[in-house]
């Protein structure tokens, strides 16, 4: 089944404390980015990228790191979270730039207290 | 800047109602305009895909039209059943620029049985 998975789906994590969220896609889609999504604000671009070993920012990257080494897995890091990164987060895919449909993982709802 | 406006943020039905729902975009150089599904605690299905030269898409009971000119799309849902009940977002992807899309802030839609 074509999918992309997100691991944890749920996670409360403190102030500070390293963490990776998980994203890989089984249909050999060139470009996955990352959104997070807030009440009122909708889902916003954190990172991209287009394919192996290269990413770039998106609207809102300020305390996320993410690596593409593999075509299939980009995971998102956050090297010291705040509690202003609790936030539903999502990764998606797509076979390539434009033209093509995006696929979305289920989510992780994330918690920093 | 790109702004994505979905309105109303709630609307509620009978069941069996025809009904549309509105977006509209306040730059109308866009690439493409995607509508996705989104269910409580679940990620987002991608519903219809238009792309900027298109003025429609129909799947099943669903149909999307784009008016790029005026900025402006609808999704229509014939014969509405409790299963339609989520909240749907549209998005647009710009005509230049990197794999993003904005995202409207939804419409949360409730079939009532």
């Known amino acids: 089944e074509a999918q992309v998975t997100q691991n944890p789906r749920y996670l409360i994590t403190v102030t500070g404390k390293k963490l990776t969220v998980t994203c890989s896609q089984n249909?050999?889609?060139?470009?996955m980015s990352w959104y997070r999504q807030d009440p009122g604000l909708g889902l916003r671009q954190i990172y991209y990228s287009m394919n192996v070993e290269v990413t770039d920012k998106g609207d809102v990257p300020e305390g996320y790191k993410v690596s593409r080494k593999e075509k299939r897995n980009f995971p998102l890091i956050l090297e010291s979270p705040s509690p202003n990164q609790t936030s539903l987060y999502f990764c998606?895919?797509?076979?390539?730039?434009?033209?093509?449909?995006?696929?979305f993982g289920p989510g992780t709802r994330l918690t920093v207290t | 800047k790109q702004e994505v406006t979905q309105i109303p943020a709630a609307l509620s039905v009978p069941e069996g109602e025809n009904l549309v729902l509105n977006c509209s975009f306040t730059d109308s150089a866009i690439y493409n305009l995607q509508w996705f599904r989104q269910d409580p605690g679940k990620g987002l299905t991608s519903l219809l895909l238009?792309?900027?030269?298109?003025r429609e898409q129909t799947s099943g009971r669903l149909n999307a039209s784009l008016d790029k000119s005026s900025g402006r799309s609808t999704l229509y849902i014939a014969a509405s059943q409790p299963g339609d009940s989520a909240t749907y977002l549209c998005a647009v992807d710009q005509d230049f620029g990197n794999e993003k899309l904005t995202f409207g802030t939804g419409t949360r839609l409730t079939i009532i049985p």
């Open positions: 238009i792309q900027s030269s298109q």
């Open positions: 249909m050999n889609h060139e470009y």
């Open positions: 998606a895919s797509s076979l390539g730039p434009k033209r093509y449909e995006q696929y």
